[in-house]
């Protein structure tokens, strides 16, 4: 297989390229999204297949990494975490793969993007207070080498966009 065709997962595992997904596996990625907690027997009625056929669907579309995992939406403010800001961050060429790391560590990182533009990499984090934001901006995100600049984002107001159901 040529190595244009492999994928990374987040975790750094090769993944086999992506099957073409049929309208049965988008309903069933669908319907996850909307309750991932879903019984397979409700998904196999949903879409009209047996649960065998769910059950096997769901799982190729895990191991395909289509599915990358299965969680909890949290209201961050009342998790205890209510500020909320996107950080900007300008980066050394070449040093996505070390920033991406010490970035995955810190404490309230929930969303990481390389991206074009005029910055490198955008970051969402989830802090307590103004206080802890200030903190690992100017104490942790600052001393990571590989940081030339940071510009914070500070949220007002969120909301995530849940799956049309």
Known sequence: MAPEQMAESPDGAVLP???PLDAVDQDILQMLQTDGRASIRSVAERVHVSRANAYARINRLIEDGVIRG???RVDHERAGQGTSAYITLKIVQNSWRTVRE???QLPGASHIALVGGDFDVLLLVHTPDNRALRELVLTR???IPEV???RTLLVFEEED???QG
Request: aromatic content about 6%.
């Open 17 to 19: 390229p992506a099957r």
């Open 70 to 72: 299965f969680g909890a």
């Open 102 to 104: 010490e970035l995955r």
């Open 141 to 143: 995100l600052q001393a």
């Open 148 to 150: 030339l600049s940071t």
């Open 161 to 163: 966009l849940e799956p």
